[in-house]
């Protein structure tokens, strides 16, 4: 494989992160609510939200965020045998990735259905394969490692997970140390939020009210007064 310079490498990874970063403003998958925080499933209140779902109704903006991928797998040098999406955002992105690398794609369901098969990986065998995982979306980690697990419990070798946003939690990391994952993100809403300022998005007042909440997700909402 041909070998990238660092510098090389780092400036073509930057300039992903921004033409993601850039796509998701455009297509409006990303949303500010400062005054009216959402609750992920972890708990965590948030004044902003990530919809990757909009991708494939935008395919001039989803193409960057599968050659995002294909640019990543080859300047990390990642090896796979097969690629598994998590259910449900990552089916499509994983999909038409595994269709681009020409390699075999399955899905991990987020739990085991009470009708059909009961598995939690449809699409094909994983014993003894090594799969890239593909998540949409990293907030704790907790949906992508508890893939990791299912996918490690059936004998395949889990050794990377690529996403297209990372919140960049510190739940997250640790989850993914732990579990010896390396995460390869396109994208972090560090650099969304960077790009929203530029575009025109948002005013200085609600990114420094996202700043906060990047900083400290656990205790914005008592900061802030949504503590509920």
């Keep these: 494989m041909e070998m990238i310079p660092p510098q090389e490498e780092e400036n073509t990874l930057e300039q992903t992160q921004k033409k993601v970063a850039r796509a998701l403003l455009e297509i409006g998958a990303v949303g500010f609510r400062p ?17 990757n779902r909009l991708f494939t109704s935008n395919p001039n903006e989803w193409k960057d965020v599968i050659e995002g991928f ?28 595994g269709y681009q ?28 394969k090594k799969v890239l995982l593909l998540e949409d979306l990293v907030s704790t980690g ?34 993914f140390d732990k579990e010896k994952v390396n995460l390869h993100t396109l994208t972090s809403f560090p650099v969304i939020l960077e790009e929203a300022v530029s575009m025109g998005k948002i005013s200085d ?24």
């Design 142 to 175: 907790g949906s992508s490692i508890s893939g990791v697990n299912v996918l490690r419990e059936e004998g395949a070798q889990v050794d990377d997970c690529v996403v297209i946003v990372s919140y960049g939690m510190k739940k997250a990391t640790e989850k």
């Design 101 to 128: 690398e020409k390699k075999p794609m399955v899905y991990v369901k987020k739990e085991v259905k009470e009708h059909g098969t009961r598995k939690r990986i449809e699409g094909g065998k994983v014993e003894g």
């Design 35 to 51: 005054e009216d925080p959402i609750q992920f499933k972890s708990g965590i209140w948030s004044p902003v939200y990530v919809d």
């Design 70 to 97: 294909q640019n990543l797998i080859k300047e990390k040098a990642l090896s796979f045998d097969m690629i598994a999406g998590i259910e449900s955002a990552g089916i499509s992105h994983s999909a038409v990735l």
């Design 205 to 228: 007042e609600v990114s420094e009210t996202v700043k906060d909440w990047l900083a400290d997700p656990d205790g914005w909402a008592g900061r802030h007064g949504f503590d509920k």
